[in-house]
C-alpha cells in the first residue's frame, strides 16, 4: 500500500513538473526570461532527479542571462 502510494506521488510530482517546465515554455517564447527561469525552478524542485529538467533549467538560465546582457548594451 506504501509503495502504491508512492508510485502515485511520483507520477503527480511528474506531472506538476510538466506543466511548470510548459508553462515556464511558454513564458520563454514570450522572451519573460524570470517567469520562465522561475518555472524551471519550480518544475525542478518537484522532480529533481529528472535529468531533462536540469538540462532545461540551464538553458532558461542561459537564456535569461543573455536576455539581462543583451538588454544592458
Excluded at 513538473?17 to 520563454?28: F, N, R, T, V
Excluded at 526570461?33 to 535529468?51: C, D, F, K, M, Q
Amino acid at each position: 500500500q506504501n509503495y502504491e502510494l508512492a508510485l502515485q506521488l511520483a507520477d503527480s510530482n511528474y506531472i506538476l513538473s510538466e506543466a511548470h517546465y510548459k508553462l515556464g515554455l511558454s513564458y520563454y517564447r514570450s522572451q519573460d526570461y524570470e517567469n520562465a527561469v522561475r518555472e524551471g525552478e519550480i518544475a525542478l524542485s518537484l522532480n529533481p532527479e529528472y535529468l531533462s529538467d536540469q538540462q532545461r533549467l540551464i538553458d532558461l538560465l542561459i537564456a535569461n542571462a543573455w536576455s539581462n546582457f543583451t538588454k544592458k548594451e
